[in-house]
Nanobody, 118 residues
Framework: QVQLVESGGGLVQAGGSLRLSCAASGFSFSITTMGWYRQAPGKQREWIAHITGSGILNYRDSVKGRFTISRDNAKNTVYLQMNSLKPEDTAVYYC????????????WGQGTQVTVSS
């Protein structure tokens, strides 16, 4: 079955960096669009970035220039490198996959907490 397992979250000071990882299994990873979302307390889940199977990238405006999404198809893993972190980046971060290739993220990880202190 489809599994997405995030790791790499934690507590970091403002201006610091973290790299999130999402290990995927149970589907054809290399051809699947992968994404990252986040949900802050009391707010709706929001899209951050995605990367297609062919490597096309797209980012939310508020993270452009600070966050980088990448993938390693040999390891079935997608990453989110987060630099210059701000307190407003504090959220639970979720990995997502468009497994059914319908341009909708239909599979989700359990999330990893990122806390940025000021």
């Amino acid at each position: 079955q489809v599994q997405l397992v995030e790791s790499g979250g934690g507590l970091v000071q403002a201006g610091g960096s973290l790299r999130l990882s999402c290990a995927a299994s149970g589907f054809s990873f290399s051809i699947t669009t992968m994404g990252w979302y986040r949900q802050a307390p009391g707010k709706q889940r929001e899209w951050i970035a995605h990367i297609t199977g062919s490597g096309i990238l797209n980012y939310r405006d508020s993270v452009k220039g600070r966050f980088t999404i990448s993938r390693d198809n040999a390891k079935n893993t997608v990453y989110l490198q987060m630099n210059s972190l701000k307190p407003e980046d504090t959220a639970v971060y979720y990995c997502a996959a468009d497994v059914l290739n319908r341009r909708v993220f239909d599979s989700w990880g359990q999330g990893t907490q990122v806390t940025v202190s000021s």
